[in-house]
């Protein structure tokens, strides 16, 4: 039996002819499914389980904000999220609730195609490497982070973030630097800036209901941005 490893995508939008257009262009690509609100989607999410949903923000019965959330509590998918609001706290809003990119409408086809290569090429850029320590383990590989043996459960933002910081232990990063290493653009503001205080504020909320000490391994650099450090200063070994 031949397995396809085309990746699977998730096209949700409530408009006729924006989903179709989308799904037939993408169709020549990648593996497709589509639906129009919030509860196909779910049932589809299940079913299909895409790597990347490509999400408009309006739906008849909930928001492309909530879907976002419920779909990264369940896995860790890859979101861009469509949109014809262009306020910058619309954007900041649908980052924080774990959205990798954010396209206003109207959009052409080329720049979502474009936009999707980008996301999925950092998915597969993550380094396949393990970073252990005595309490604390990230295996990008599995996705999966743990401290003393139990699961953290992180959304796929979170999880890049955690790994990227755990793999550069005892190095100070800029949110700035956090935003062009993780999301692969320039910040162009404040705003942008505070998604990373969001986003760390959940790993360590997630990290201490794991064990109580979870919030002291990313430390907060005054003025500047964050370091992953070790309370107990224990070995790290990557594999």
């Known amino acids: 039996m031949v397995v396809d490893t085309t990746p699977k995508i998730l096209v949700v939008e409530d408009d006729p002819p924006i989903r179709n257009l989308i799904h037939r262009f993408l169709n020549q690509k990648y593996q497709v499914d589509s639906a129009a609100d919030g509860d196909r989607a779910l049932a589809l999410f299940e079913e299909f389980k895409p790597v990347l949903v490509i999400l408009d923000w309006n739906l008849p019965d909930t928001t492309g904000y909530h879907l976002c959330q419920e779909m990264q509590r369940r896995t860790n998918v890859f979101v861009v999220m469509l949109s014809s609001r262009t306020d910058e706290a619309d954007k900041i809003k649908a980052l924080s609730a774990g959205a ?63 790994y ?23 910040s162009s503001g404040t705003e942008e800036e505070k998604v990373v205080s969001v986003h760390i504020a959940q790993i360590r909320k997630k990290m201490t209901q794991v064990d109580v000490t979870g919030s002291e391994f990313i430390q ?3 003025g500047y941005g964050y370091r992953f450090d070790l309370p107990d200063r224990t070995a790290m070994a990557i594999s």
Request: aromatic share 10%; with cysteine.
């Open 100 to 162: 990798d990119d954010y396209i206003c409408k109207p959009f052409g086809l080329a720049e979502l195609a474009v936009r999707i290569e980008v996301v999925l090429r950092r998915m597969k850029s993550v380094t396949p490497s393990r970073v252990v320590f005595d309490r604390f383990a990230i295996d990008p590989a599995r996705r999966e982070a743990t401290l003393n043996g139990k699961i953290i459960k992180l959304t796929a933002l979170e999880f890049k973030i955690l």
């Open 164 to 186: 990227f910081l755990a793999s550069h232990s005892g190095q100070s990063w800029s949110r700035e630097q956090i935003i062009e290493k993780i999301w692969g653009w320039n």
């Open 220 to 222: 907060t650099v005054r």
